[in-house]
């Protein structure tokens, strides 16, 4: 079966840290872009980060730069998110998703990422 699955999230304090996992099956994720998208309750989707199928070009948005660390191990078939200085509007269902940005065609169930003192 051809899948996304996220682990990672949790309830963390202001300023914690947290590290995001993806775990891909059914495809060869080394062949795919891949990107980070969350969405808090009652909003819309927010792409936050995506990665190139190399791993040697990575890109955020705005909100979360110098926060934010995406990276890949394709041996593993696997996508990280590491966050750090969490803060109260990063709470979300984080999303992995295989494409860049505007192409994305695959997507996980999510992980919730709640950041609360």
């Known amino acids: ?53 190399g791993g040697g070009s990575v890109y955020y948005s705005d909100s979360v730069k110098g926060r934010f660390t995406v990276s890949r191990d394709n041996a593993k078939n696997s996508l990280y998110l590491e966050i750090n200085n969490l803060k109260l509007e990063d709470t979300a269902v984080y999303y992995c998703a295989r494409g860049l940005r505007y192409e994305m065609d695959l997507w996980g169930k999510g992980t919730l990422v709640t950041v609360s003192s």
């Open 1 to 53: 079966e051809v899948q996304l699955v996220e682990s990672g999230g949790g309830l963390v304090q202001p300023g914690g840290s947290l590290r995001l996992s993806c775990a891909a099956s059914g495809f060869i994720s080394a062949s795919y872009d891949m990107a980070w998208v969350r969405q808090a309750s009652g909003k819309g989707p927010e792409w936050v980060s995506g990665i190139n199928s």
